[in-house]
C-alpha cells in the first residue's frame, strides 16, 4: 500500500571554481545570509563547503527550493566583493582523489524509528549498487572504495548501522534512514536516486523487511564502484524496483528521464558523460553554472555550453529521452541493450575465432601431407606412434599444442570448438597424438589426438584429420586411454557427447560405453576399465 508521507533530504559537499576554471579545493564557510529558509551550513572541513536542504517533500518541490538556493550563491559569488568566495561557484568534481559526498536522508515529518529505518533499508540495499553506479564520481569511486568516511554495510554484517559514517545508517539526530554512498555531484543525479528511493519507500516504509545477501551486495557494490552501470545486470535492477514500486510513471523532468535513459540504454552515468565532454576549464564553469540554475534540464544545460563537444551525440540523446515515460519502458530499453551487447559480443568471438583459425591454418604444413592409402597402410601394419604431446619426436611442446588446437578447431566435431595452445599444455587433461611418419616433413605427421582426465576418468577432444576418418584411428586413441585409466587404477571411464554426433555415439556404444544421463544437447556414457 502506498505512503504519500515520504520525506527526504539532501546534503552537498562541493569546492569551488572560478570563471578561468581555477580551483580551490579549501574550506570557505557559508554565511548564514545567503541560505535560504531551511537551508543549513555544516561546518565540515573535509570540504569546500557543505549545505543541506529543508525538508522536501516531492522531487518538484526538491528542484525549486535547489535551484533556488544555488542561483543565491552563484548571484552573491558574482556580485558581492565582501564573501569569501567572491567570483568562485559551487564546483563538483571528485577526481584527484578528492572524496565529497551527498547524502540522501529518507523519512517522515515526524521521523521514523530504527525498526522501520532497518526494515526500509533491507529494500534499499538490494538496488543500492544500480544508484551508486548512478551517482559514481569519477569511476571507479574513490569515495565509495578507500575513503573512512564512507564504510560498506557488510562490514557491520547487517544492513544498517547507527554509526555515522556507515554507507546505511540510522540517523539518530534526523531519526531517518541515512545513505551516504553517493560521491559529490550536480544536483540532478541527487533527484534521480531521491526519485527512485521514494517510491520506494512510499510502498515499503511500513511492510515486513524482505531478504537480503550482504555477500551478492559486497560483489556488486564492488562492481558499480569500480567499473560503472556497465558492469551490473540493469534489467534486474529495474525489475526489482518494479517489484517494490511498481511501473513508475516517469514524470516530465528532463534530468530524470535522460539520466536514467543513459543508464538504462548506454550503461552511462553523468560523470562518464562529463568526462567525454572534454572541458576546457572556462567550460567547466559554465558547465556547473548551468547545471545549478537550471536543475530541471540536464542535457539542455550541456548544449548551452560555447563550442562544446559531441553536441550531435548529446542532441540525440536528448531527443531519444524524451520518450521515457515509466520503468516499464527502461526496463524494454535495457533489455535491449543487453541483447544487442551479447550478440556483438558473440560477433567479435567469431570474428576472433575465424581470426585464429585463419593463423593456425597458416602455421600448420598443409603441403606434402600423407595420401590416405599410406595412413591406411601404417594403421594397418601397426607402424604408428602413441605420445603425449611432451614426446613426439622432433616436435616441441609449443608445436604439439598448436597442432592440437588445430586439429580441434578445424577438424572437431564442432567448428567454433576452441582451445587455446596454451590451454592444451596448462589443462589438467593429459593429451595423446597419434603419429604416422612423414619422410616429407623430416619427422613424423600428427593424425589425431584424444585427452583424458586422469582424476575424473572423462575422455574429451578426440579428434581424427578428416582426410583420415573411418580408418580406425578413433578407435585407436580411446582405447590408448582406456588402457592409461586401467594403469591409473580408475575404475570407470566417460565421455560426455552432443546428441546430434552420431559417428561418436556409435564408436562408444561399440566398445561397450552406456549411456547413464542425457539432455536435450548431449549425453553421458560410461564403461568399466
Given at each position: 500500500m502506498s505512503n504519500t508521507n515520504i520525506t527526504f533530504g539532501i546534503e552537498f559537499e562541493f569546492d569551488w571554481i572560478n570563471k578561468d576554471g581555477r580551483e580551490y579545493r579549501h574550506h570557505i564557510s557559508m554565511p548564514n545570509s545567503i541560505l535560504n529558509r531551511g537551508w543549513r551550513y555544516q561546518d565540515d572541513l573535509t570540504a569546500g563547503c557543505e549545505i543541506s536542504t529543508p525538508i522536501l517533500k516531492s522531487v518538484g518541490e526538491a528542484i525549486t527550493k535547489i535551484q533556488s538556493q544555488f542561483r543565491r550563491i552563484i548571484k552573491a559569488?558574482?556580485?558581492?566583493?565582501?564573501?569569501?568566495?567572491?567570483?568562485?561557484?559551487?564546483?563538483?568534481?571528485?577526481?584527484?582523489g578528492r572524496?565529497?559526498?551527498?547524502?540522501?536522508?529518507?523519512?517522515?515529518?515526524?521521523?521514523?524509528?530504527?525498526?522501520?529505518?532497518?526494515?526500509?533499508?533491507t529494500y534499499v540495499v538490494n538496488i543500492y549498487p544500480f544508484l551508486m553506479?548512478?551517482?559514481?564520481?569519477?569511476?571507479?569511486?574513490?569515495?565509495?572504495?578507500?575513503?573512512?568516511?564512507?564504510?560498506?554495510?557488510?562490514?557491520?554484517?547487517?544492513?544498517?548501522?547507527?554509526?555515522?559514517?556507515?554507507?546505511?545508517?540510522?540517523?539518530?539526530?534526523?531519526?531517518?534512514?541515512?545513505?551516504?554512498?553517493?560521491?559529490?555531484?550536480?544536483?540532478?543525479?541527487?533527484?534521480?536516486?531521491?526519485?527512485?528511493?521514494?517510491?520506494?519507500?512510499?510502498?515499503?516504509?511500513?511492510?515486513?523487511?524482505?531478504?537480503?545477501?550482504?555477500?551478492?551486495?559486497?560483489?556488486?557494490?564492488?562492481r558499480a564502484l569500480r567499473y560503472g552501470l556497465i558492469s551490473l545486470e540493469i534489467p534486474r535492477y529495474i525489475n526489482t524496483i518494479m517489484e517494490y514500486a511498481g511501473n513508475i510513471k516517469i514524470p516530465n523532468i528532463p534530468c530524470i528521464k535522460e539520466i536514467l535513459y543513459l543508464a538504462c540504454k548506454y550503461g552511462l552515468n553523468v560523470s562518464q558523460v562529463y568526462s567525454m565532454l572534454n572541458l576546457q576549464p572556462q567550460q567547466k564553469y559554465q558547465y556547473f553554472k548551468k547545471q545549478l540554475t537550471n536543475v530541471k534540464q540536464y542535457l539542455e544545460n550541456i548544449l548551452e555550453i560555447d563550442g562544446i563537444n559531441n553536441k550531435e551525440r548529446i542532441e540525440r540523446w536528448r531527443n531519444e529521452a524524451r520518450d521515457v515515460s515509466s520503468f516499464k519502458n527502461l526496463l524494454e530499453i535495457s533489455e535491449r541493450t543487453i541483447r544487442t551487447i551479447r550478440e556483438r559480443k558473440n560477433e567479435i568471438i567469431r570474428e576472433e575465432r575465424a581470426k585464429r583459425i585463419?593463423?593456425?591454418?597458416?602455421?600448420?604444413?598443409?603441403?606434402?601431407?600423407?595420401?590416405?592409402?599410406?595412413?591406411?597402410?601404417?594403421?594397418?601394419?601397426?607402424?604408428?606412434?602413441?605420445?603425449?604431446?611432451?614426446?613426439?619426436?622432433?616436435?616441441?611442446?609449443?608445436?604439439?599444442?598448436?597442432?592440437?588446437?588445430?586439429?580441434?578447431?578445424?577438424?572437431?566435431?564442432?567448428?567454433?570448438?576452441?582451445?587455446?595452445?596454451r590451454q592444451v599444455i596448462d589443462n589438467p587433461e593429459r593429451f595423446y597424438v597419434l603419429t604416422v611418419n612423414n619422410q616429407r616433413w623430416s619427422r613424423p605427421q600428427i593424425i589425431g589426438c584424444i585427452a583424458i582426465h586422469i582424476r575424473e576418468g572423462q575422455i574429451m577432444h578426440l579428434v581424427v584429420h578428416r582426410n583420415y576418418r573411418r580408418l580406425g584411428i578413433a578407435r585407436i586413441l580411446v582405447n590408448h586411454v582406456i588402457n592409461v585409466a586401467r594403469h591409473e587404477n580408475l575404475r570407470n571411464v566417460y565421455a560426455i557427447i552432443r546428441r546430434n554426433n552420431t559417428p561418436s555415439i556409435t564408436l562408444f556404444t561399440s566398445m561397450g560405453f552406456i549411456k547413464i544421463d542425457e539432455n536435450n544437447d548431449y549425453i553421458t556414457v560410461e564403461r568399466r576399465v
Amino acid at each position: 500500500m502506498s505512503n504519500t508521507n515520504i520525506t527526504f533530504g539532501i546534503e552537498f559537499e562541493f569546492d569551488w571554481i572560478n570563471k578561468d576554471g581555477r580551483e580551490y579545493r579549501h574550506h570557505i564557510s557559508m554565511p548564514n545570509s545567503i541560505l535560504n529558509r531551511g537551508w543549513r551550513y555544516q561546518d565540515d572541513l573535509t570540504a569546500g563547503c557543505e549545505i543541506s536542504t529543508p525538508i522536501l517533500k516531492s522531487v518538484g518541490e526538491a528542484i525549486t527550493k535547489i535551484q533556488s538556493q544555488f542561483r543565491r550563491i552563484i548571484k552573491a559569488s558574482e556580485n558581492n566583493d565582501d564573501i569569501d568566495f567572491h567570483g568562485y561557484i559551487p564546483y563538483f568534481d571528485c577526481t584527484g582523489g578528492r572524496t565529497l559526498g551527498q547524502h540522501i536522508h529518507v523519512g517522515k515529518l515526524n521521523g521514523i524509528s530504527f525498526s522501520t529505518a532497518k526494515s526500509l533499508a533491507t529494500y534499499v540495499v538490494n538496488i543500492y549498487p544500480f544508484l551508486m553506479g548512478l551517482s559514481a564520481n569519477p569511476i571507479p569511486s574513490i569515495r565509495g572504495l578507500e575513503a573512512r568516511y564512507c564504510r560498506p554495510i557488510y562490514t557491520y554484517s547487517s544492513v544498517i548501522s547507527t554509526d555515522h559514517y556507515a554507507e546505511i545508517s540510522y540517523s539518530e539526530q534526523h531519526d531517518t534512514l541515512e545513505l551516504r554512498i553517493f560521491d559529490g555531484n550536480i544536483p540532478q543525479v541527487n533527484l534521480v536516486n531521491a526519485f527512485i528511493i521514494t517510491h520506494v519507500a512510499k510502498h515499503k516504509i511500513n511492510t515486513t523487511p524482505t531478504q537480503y545477501n550482504l555477500n551478492t551486495y559486497k560483489i556488486e557494490r564492488e562492481r558499480a564502484l569500480r567499473y560503472g552501470l556497465i558492469s551490473l545486470e540493469i534489467p534486474r535492477y529495474i525489475n526489482t524496483i518494479m517489484e517494490y514500486a511498481g511501473n513508475i510513471k516517469i514524470p516530465n523532468i528532463p534530468c530524470i528521464k535522460e539520466i536514467l535513459y543513459l543508464a538504462c540504454k548506454y550503461g552511462l552515468n553523468v560523470s562518464q558523460v562529463y568526462s567525454m565532454l572534454n572541458l576546457q576549464p572556462q567550460q567547466k564553469y559554465q558547465y556547473f553554472k548551468k547545471q545549478l540554475t537550471n536543475v530541471k534540464q540536464y542535457l539542455e544545460n550541456i548544449l548551452e555550453i560555447d563550442g562544446i563537444n559531441n553536441k550531435e551525440r548529446i542532441e540525440r540523446w536528448r531527443n531519444e529521452a524524451r520518450d521515457v515515460s515509466s520503468f516499464k519502458n527502461l526496463l524494454e530499453i535495457s533489455e535491449r541493450t543487453i541483447r544487442t551487447i551479447r550478440e556483438r559480443k558473440n560477433e567479435i568471438i567469431r570474428e576472433e575465432r575465424a581470426k585464429r583459425i585463419k593463423q593456425l591454418i597458416t602455421s600448420i604444413p598443409r603441403e606434402n601431407l600423407l595420401e590416405r592409402s599410406v595412413v591406411q597402410q601404417s594403421i594397418t601394419s601397426n607402424n604408428y606412434k602413441i605420445a603425449r604431446i611432451s614426446e613426439v619426436e622432433r616436435w616441441t611442446t609449443d608445436e604439439v599444442a598448436q597442432y592440437i588446437s588445430y586439429l580441434i578447431m578445424v577438424h572437431g566435431e564442432n567448428y567454433m570448438s576452441k582451445i587455446t595452445p596454451r590451454q592444451v599444455i596448462d589443462n589438467p587433461e593429459r593429451f595423446y597424438v597419434l603419429t604416422v611418419n612423414n619422410q616429407r616433413w623430416s619427422r613424423p605427421q600428427i593424425i589425431g589426438c584424444i585427452a583424458i582426465h586422469i582424476r575424473e576418468g572423462q575422455i574429451m577432444h578426440l579428434v581424427v584429420h578428416r582426410n583420415y576418418r573411418r580408418l580406425g584411428i578413433a578407435r585407436i586413441l580411446v582405447n590408448h586411454v582406456i588402457n592409461v585409466a586401467r594403469h591409473e587404477n580408475l575404475r570407470n571411464v566417460y565421455a560426455i557427447i552432443r546428441r546430434n554426433n552420431t559417428p561418436s555415439i556409435t564408436l562408444f556404444t561399440s566398445m561397450g560405453f552406456i549411456k547413464i544421463d542425457e539432455n536435450n544437447d548431449y549425453i553421458t556414457v560410461e564403461r568399466r576399465v
